[in-house]
């Protein structure tokens, strides 16, 4: 039943900041995923008898690979796999189920807040069995497997029922159909006090949620709806759909913005959330009140012992460097640990794994904890959920109050879409070679303290990470990063990071853009970036 397939190397299946994303054409190619997928195996070892977890964001495509997957899993001498009833599984709870089934690792078939459907986009990637990304040690050496490929090998196996929950036996390996909710409510029960958010919505605290029609829709539906009592219509957008229906799902203030100006506005919810297409990736939006990411891991870091999860305290919190200092000053009071990590979440597992951190946030939406291995969409929302219970209190007091103690970090992220490769990397190149020359100069009436490219060197391992985003630092603690995206699917994107702290308390309640004009002037002084785009203003603005 198993056929060894000839098949000839891509050349561009390196993986990105969150696994191998491209455009679904090119995922159609003859033998494409097919490739990437025997890459990954190939890249293992060890898994023979084991299980696999596979499933997905439900995205145009998703089905295609996952009978792929079955079927070459089954071909490559895995005893067991475990798909996601309809091929879904969110992000974070595919973590969960290959920790708790203590898998040997996982398939995650998504490219995350990327758009979908037949000409968008489409992502493959591998978590091992601490349930988090692989780490680059693996996606580096899946992709030199990827460069040398010449066959793969595949179960003769009919399509399996994907959509009927339980188990059947298919090419010598068992396939279980999972509940993809059940596990993941259960562990979000054991975290948060249900009791008191219950109690809230009881008392008439109104919430709005939206799933973007990506994956989380059924989650929250179960969680929000159904155990926590919300009413019926809280979560909006539910229903799962390939092409997201024709929207971005992306939680930010462009693509949900429709959420930002219900939040604004006079008949507001309590509180506003919505997650992104794999459900990693959340938003918080008070009454009256927008939470950025950078803040609300600070805030969440604060208050977590609220929670039952965290009442013993947190151990250490990590951000990614491009994330505000917020969250410095919250483990500086608390006396724990920061850790300052590149880009991407597979940066956080030896953190999480050692037991040095409990907390992690990105500023691009993403916070998670040590119950997961994975940024966690729904744990953001629901933890944000556990605090306002418990204190009583409003989003916009917590954040004022949180604010007056640590000071206010003024953050923001502008970003360069679809440039052309070309242009952004002479940018990139010009502005590395001149980083040298940089400190003791003024800009903008500000002096430069110090430049450099970020290199991360890892504590648990020693592993070294290079070229991690350009950072400009100026006296008084305000800064400018820039970097590639590693996420996209065409050209280029360059993502400026905009950061200023104020202390004052009477400067609290500015626009942010407003705050930090002079240090984004500062940066295209710097950068050149208008020059060198052509664009005289950002795609988009968070
Ligand atoms: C972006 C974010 C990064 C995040 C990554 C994956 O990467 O900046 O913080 O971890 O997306 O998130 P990049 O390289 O495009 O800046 V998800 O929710 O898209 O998997
Ligand atoms: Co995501």
Redesign the pocket.
Known sequence: MIRTVATKPYPDQKP???GLRKKVPVFQQEHYAENFIQSIFDALEGFKGRALVIGGDGRFYNREVIQKAIAMAAANGFGKVMVGQGGILS?PAASHVIRKYQTFGGIIL?A???PGGPHEDFGIKYNAGNGGPAPEKLTDAIFEKTKAISSFKIADIGPIDIDKIGTVKAGGMTVEIIDPVADYAELMESLFDFDAIRANFKYGFRMRFDAMHAVTGPYAKEILERRLGAPNGTCRNFKPLPDFGGHHPDPNLVHAKHLYDEMMGPDAPDFGAAS?G?G??NLIIGKGIFVTPSDSVAMLAANAHLAPGYKEGLKGIAR?MPTSGAADRVAEKLGIGIFETP???KFFGNLLDAGMATICG???A?TGSNHVRE?DGLWAVLLWLNILAVRGESAKQVVTEHWATYGRNYYSRHDYEEVETERANALVDELRAKLGSLPGTSVRGMTIASADDFAYHDPVDGSVSKNQGIRVLFEGGSRVVL?L????TSGA?I?VYIERYEPDKSRHDLDTQVALADLIAAADDIAGIKSHTGRNKPSVIT
């Open positions: 990105g900041t969150s992000t998504s995350s807040h990327n992104d794999d990693d990736r990614s880009t991407g979440w990105e500023e691009s993403g940024k970097r995206s590693g996420t996209g994107t993502r």
